[in-house]
């Protein structure tokens, strides 16, 4: 696998991403480091780049630089956006750069910007109408995404440095300073008609503040899945961290949990920016996400000679290309899926799922061995914490959950949803135990990984019976499906018997 670093120097903070990947094929982010540099401070007042926020910048960059070069990166994109890109004195941040470093920054454009961070969300969330944002250092974009396109773009410079050191005055915050930051806010997306909430319009937030939100949201709801890529954040739980933030000073916000110190003094003022914005279009939720401008950076490279590079259907290549990344047996997967895909199909009258079940059920299937990469012995465990942490694109976290629990249910007794149950919706225990038995009954009919069986055929009734149809021997296969049906017989209360059915001859004669 190939290693490429992507370097985005913010207005607030500097990152660098680590990607391993074969092109067109599988990717892992392998590191990630961020440093605040707040290379913006002070740019409001004089236009101009100040020298300490310019050694704190360069100095990240350099330190990237080496760590890139120490651990085997064969390639670095870098790029900075709106601080360098809108100072009179840029020459003097060229020449402190070069002075300790060989990198190849480029500035990028407002519109490139917005349209690096398009491609890293759509890709991310699987995202076809709607809008995303970038809430930075020192602006904010908006763009409208129409079928998976960009069709609209707008920046304006309201980033939470910029706008808490303009606003922010008094700590904790006055009222009269409240309001101020509340109407600059408000009247910086006064003239955004075309962001409008819609049936099947959905806004996308990326950058540190949102995630900062989300944590803070989660820590408050003590939520079960450590995960901010795909969370739902609503006004309301907005409108309650920003009276929290604003009736604390700094050093009561740095004790709350989810908010880091190095953020505690901007939070409130992208809290606000983020909230009059969801205003502005009639919002009462945004879906965080966790990948942006240096994602769109990767895929673009990753996908290169695609235009615009997006993945054709984000969902079904991130579950791909986490079987890949850990070796996955595809011939044993693939006839997992063809055998518990087609007792869904035959089992449509007892359990009355529909397209979206059976698309989960597959994709369990795909993965439901995955963990074997961390150790044998509790694999299915191993599957599970897998599921939950991998960057699986497009899945809600309630998705995610039922995900993680097919696959670990998927070898022997039964686990229930425990403290993800919050996640879930009435029925999805049930759902959960019954896609789980089909899994389960396909995973023994492939026990000895050779594809015996061919094809199966189910008999409704009381017993349910399903007929095994081989291309040799599948006695193996058979008694081990039996043995592990009770999970089944629990899920559709009814008796299940798994039986030989149609034999082809001749490879059974060679088989003997």
């Not at 006839?335 to 518990?340: D, E, G, L, M, N």
């Not at 694999?379 to 991998?390: C, D, F, Q, R």
């Not at 809600?396 to 007794?413: D, F, M, P, W």
């Amino acid at each position: 696998m190939r290693k490429i670093g992507i370097i985005d120097l913010g207005s607030n903070t500097t990152r660098l991403i680590v990607m391993a990947y074969v092109p067109g094929r599988c990717f892992r982010l392998v590191d990630e480091v961020s440093e605040v540099v707040r290379l913006a401070e002070g740019v409001d007042a004089s236009g101009a780049l100040q020298p300490r926020p310019i050694r704190r910048a360069v100095e990240a960059l350099a330190m990237f630089q080496r760590l890139c070069r120490n651990t085997g990166v064969e390639e670095i994109i870098a790029v900075g956006t709106s601080a360098i890109r809108e100072a009179t004195n840029q020459e003097v941040f060229w020449e402190a750069l070069r002075s300790q470093t060989s990198l190849d920054l480029r500035i990028i454009s407002a519109r490139e910007e917005a349209y690096y961070a398009y491609v890293g969300a759509v890709n991310a969330l699987n995202l076809r109408d709607g809008f995303i944002f970038d809430t930075g250092g020192g602006s904010t974009q908006v763009d409208a995404i129409v079928n998976r396109h960009l069709v609209e773009s707008f920046s304006a410079q309201a980033g939470v440095l910029r706008f808490t050191e303009r606003y922010v005055r008094s700590d904790p915050i006055s009222k009269s300073d409240l309001r101020a930051l509340m109407g600059a806010a408000r009247q910086v997306f006064a003239d955004l008609e075309w962001l409008r909430a819609g049936e099947g319009r959905v806004l996308a937030g990326m950058g540190g503040t949102v995630r900062t939100l989300a944590r803070i949201d989660q820590k408050q709801r003590l939520y079960p899945l450590d995960r901010v890529h795909g969370y739902v954040l609503t006004r309301v739980a907005l409108l309650e961290i920003i009276e929290q933030l604003a009736r604390k000073n700094r050093r009561e916000r740095e004790q709350i949990p989810g908010l880091k110190a190095e953020r505690a003094d901007v939070t409130l003022a992208g809290a606000v920016i983020i909230d009059q914005l969801l205003e502005r279009g009639g919002f009462s939720e945004l879906v965080v996400s966790g990948q942006g401008v240096r994602e769109g950076l990767f895929y673009s490279h990753f996908l290169r000679g695609m235009e615009p590079p997006l993945i054709d259907d984000p969902r079904a290549f991130s579950v791909l290309n986490l079987a890949r990344l850990d070796d996955y047996e595809q011939g044993h997967c693939a006839k997992v899926a063809s055998i518990c895909l087609s007792l869904f199909d035959q089992l449509a009258p007892l359990h009355r799922y529909g397209p979206w079940e059976r698309e989960l059920l597959g994709y369990a299937a795909t993965l439901h061995d995955v963990g074997v990469i961390v150790g044998y012995y509790d694999h299915h465990k191993h599957s599970e914490y897998l599921v939950h942490n991998a960057a699986l694109l497009g899945f809600t976290h309630r998705e995610i959950v039922i995900l993680g629990a097919l696959v670990r249910n998927h070898r022997k007794g039964w686990t229930d949803p425990g403290p993800y149950a919050v996640l879930l919706q009435p029925g999805d225990t049930t759902r959960i135990m019954r896609l789980s038995a089909l899994l389960r009954i396909a995973e023994y009919l492939e026990r000895s990984k050779s594809q015996v069986v061919r094809e199966v055929r189910v008999e409704l009734g009381d017993p349910v019976r399903i007929h095994v149809d081989s291309r040799g021997d599948a006695t193996v296969e058979i008694w081990e499906a039996n043995r592990r049906a009770s999970l089944f017989e629990r899920a559709f209360q009814r008796r299940v018997e798994i039986v030989p059915g149609r034999t082809d001859a001749l490879a059974l004669e060679a088989f003997v």
